[in-house]
């Protein structure tokens, strides 16, 4: 509760809401202590339906002592402690002295509960205090027990309660200064007091370590996920617009996927997070996290929720595991980003190289190279003018994917491409790798300048048909000649194979006669 007027000394205690429970033991274990010698103000005992930022602004103008707590890990709500330790900083630069103790300093008191290692204090990172004032109690996370004992032994200087029996003495000491000039305590007195105060310390520190033997000693997080947050206006806007307003952040191991240095906690604006990819790569992430987050979305996984890496070397699927929607109308989205794992290879080397290779090389004509292809010009020239950018955008998509398996399972290895095409080959590799290269780029630069634009006229579609119809002609022979090859090859292995075990059933078959009619012959002898 917010302070009284009464002489007692008024201390606040600073906490994010994941430590309620430690910072309810240590008010429990003070006012048990000082009785009516302190008042104690937290937040969680403040009335519903006040305005609690200013209580907390006013309460920290008359604070005395603060003391911040912390347990060594950063935490979602960790901004409130260092806005109020900030406050708290700022008053004491006007009035650095108690108001009804004014011959008393105000004073800060970091109080952190952490293990041996590591010793870090994230949560005090960046606020200006002094290390002599930290009250450090000190544990072993492994050991329940082995804490509880140590409690006990006065002799280990570093036992976890002697810490705290230095946080309530001095809390005792300031306290005596604020009262009259007492010449009538005795040594016995003092003793005694002491014998208290360490009494407090040792089941203050029980209660801490009961409740910190329940918290995650450290988190591991092997899956990646974006955390996207959107504007109140989200529902009312474009799908495109929806991706590009966003705010995003990473967590886990995936900031490498996206060409961003690791960075926990950051939060991106869409230009950022989307600088170091290319255009073509740009607009298949931003299609798949549209899909995922617009209003429409839909529960199954959609074929667009692949995405490449902005190096185009890895494959990952994307789909939604939350969506919170806040009273601010603002909501937020859990993209999980989970990367495709190659297939464990089964059999024969060979056979499972071609078949690779034939799966790549069909796969290729069945997306562009037959009348029927879902990217052909025949089926462009079908397509509707307002249409034209999702099908140009799939195409980009579907080739990328197809490329990025190509070279996932090194069908462009120069060896494998030889042990494909044969020897002979090499004379006109050079050639072939330049004919692709150019129709490549411009089938690329083309589907990039239909992306670029709010809309569409027939006379974009007709352009970008002229230049897919050049890619396909151009690369026609192409694939004609490598499915050939592949398809050449397996038919060749599985004849030999099939040779083979005729050979061996041939064998097997004469063996099995002559051990039968040796056992006729023994028979009749």
């Known amino acids: 509760m917010p302070y009284s007027n009464s002489d007692s000394l008024n201390i606040f205690l600073s906490y994010a809401s994941e430590d309620d429970k430690i910072s309810e033991a240590l008010a429990r274990t003070l006012r048990a202590a000082f009785v009516d010698a302190i008042e104690i103000t937290m937040m969680s005992e403040f009335p519903s339906g006040l305005n609690w930022r200013r209580l907390v602004d006013d309460s920290i103008a008359e604070t005395d002592i603060l003391i911040a707590i912390a347990t060594g890990q950063m935490k979602p709500s960790h901004s409130f402690t260092g806005q109020e330790i900030g406050s708290f900083s700022f008053s004491t630069r006007s009035q650095p002295k108690m108001a009804r103790f004014n011959s ?10 952490l293990p041996h290692a590591p010793e870090t204090m994230n949560e005090f990172e960046g606020i200006d205090i002094d290390p002599a004032n930290l009250c450090a109690v000190r544990f072993d996370a492994t050991n ?10 006065d002799g280990e200087e570093n036992a976890p309660d ?6 309530l003495s001095d809390i005792e000491d300031i306290i005596n200064q604020t009262r009259p000039t007492s010449t009538s305590a005795t040594m016995t007195r003092i003793e005694q007091r002491a014998t208290i105060l360490k009494g407090h310390a040792r089941s203050l520190c029980k209660e801490i370590f009961e409740n910190m033997r329940c918290r995650e000693r450290s988190v591991i997080q092997p899956k990646s996920k974006l955390i996207i947050d959107v504007q109140p206006s989200w529902q009312r806007a474009s799908k495109y617009e929806l991706v590009e307003n966003a705010t995003l952040r990473i967590e886990g191991p995936c900031y490498d996927a996206f060409g961003l240095s690791d960075a926990p906690g950051r939060k991106y604006k869409w230009a950022d997070f989307a600088s170091n990819a290319e255009d073509d790569i740009v607009f298949g992430w931003r299609e798949a996290l549209a899909e995922l987050i617009s209003p429409a979305q839909r529960a199954d996984f959609i074929d667009n929720s692949i995405i490449l890496s902005f190096d185009r070397k890895r494959i990952f699927r994307v789909f939604t595991s939350r969506t919170a929607l806040f009273y601010s109308n603002d909501a937020r989205f859990h993209v999980y980003v989970v990367e495709m794992l190659r297939h464990k290879d089964h059999g024969d080397p ?8 034939l799966q790549v090389s069909l796969g290729y004509r069945f997306m562009f190279l037959e009348y029927s292809s879902e990217f052909s010009p025949t089926m462009f020239m079908a397509t509707n003018v307002r249409d034209l950018k999702r099908r140009v955008l799939d195409l980009i998509n579907g080739l990328n994917l197809l490329l990025q398996t190509a070279e996932e399972y090194q069908l ?28 490549r780029t411009g089938l690329y630069e083309a589907a990039k300048s239909i992306l670029r634009k ?8 007709f352009e970008f048909v002229e230049v897919l119809k050049s890619f396909c002609d151009r690369t026609r022979g192409m694939n004609m000649d490598y499915s050939g090859s592949v398809l050449k090859l397996l038919h060749e292995k599985i004849n030999a194979d099939g040779t083979a075990k005729k050979t061996k059933n041939s064998r097997g078959g004469k063996n099995m006669k002559s051990m039968r009619k040796s056992k006729e012959s023994k028979k009749e002898r």
């Open 412 to 439: 462009n290895d120069p060896k494998t491409i030889i042990g494909v095409l044969g020897i002979s080959a090499s004379r006109y590799l050079d050639d072939m790798y330049k004919s692709w290269d150019i129709e």
């Open 454 to 461: 709010n809309e569409c006229s027939a006379a974009d579609k």
């Open 104 to 113: 008393v300093d105000r004073r800060m008191i970091p109080f952190a509960v």
């Open 144 to 153: 329940f027990e082995e804490n509880v004992n140590n409690l006990y032994n």
């Open 162 to 167: 002697r810490m705290l029996f230095k946080l």
């Open 350 to 357: 060979l056979t499972t190289l071609l078949l690779r290779a």
